[in-house]
């Protein structure tokens, strides 16, 4: 379990802790939100994303995070409330979290620093940085912040790991 997020603990909006293997074998997008950036417009593609894949075991984790150009000034159920009411969201936001710098949360150290995940290496330069976790928790891929979360490349890119897994399970190959 060494190179997966399950071994991560997180915080709801609400403050109950919560560890990420409450998301075993489902692929997931991981992706870092604030409220105030010209990105933000993408929730309401993160949540058409969400809807697309609905149903496939596909969930996606929006952490609001204030590390860029304090584009997070709202408090965590204050950002809830936003996502659900403006962009009709349909997957959990949690609690604010830095994702770069002296203080970054496990998870995204993880997540940007392969020497951790063993696949990539980035780590975000701006709101909406997403990465790609398969069924067993690895990091497979990102995409920067200007690659729209429903466009068929993303799409594309979901689709491909539910077909490896369901590959995986026929009875050939168990």
């Not at 604030?34 to 929006?62: H, M, R, V, W």
Request: proline share 6%; aromatic share 14%.
């Amino acid at each position: 379990m060494e190179n997966t997020i399950y071994q991560f603990r997180v915080r709801t909006a609400l403050g109950l802790e919560l560890t990420l293997d409450a998301f075993k074998d489902k692929v997931l997008m991981i992706v870092n939100t604030a409220s105030e950036c010209g990105f933000t417009p993408q929730l309401e593609g993160l949540a058409k994303l969400k809807e697309f894949f609905k149903n496939e075991p596909f969930e996606i984790l929006a952490f609001p995070s204030n590390d860029f150009g304090g584009q997070e000034p709202l408090e965590d159920l204050e950002v809830v409330k936003f996502c659900e009411t403006k962009y009709k969201t349909n997957f959990p936001v949690f609690s604010k979290i830095k994702v770069r710098g002296q203080n970054i949360h496990p998870l995204y150290s993880f997540l940007s620093n392969k020497k951790q995940n063993g696949k990539v290496s980035t780590s975000p330069k701006w709101n909406f940085h997403k990465y790609l976790i398969n069924q067993k928790g690895q990091v497979v891929d990102f995409f920067y912040p200007f690659t729209k979360p429903d466009s068929s490349k993303v799409r594309k890119r979901i689709k491909k790991l539910f077909s490896a897994d369901s590959l995986k399970n026929t009875p050939e190959n168990r």
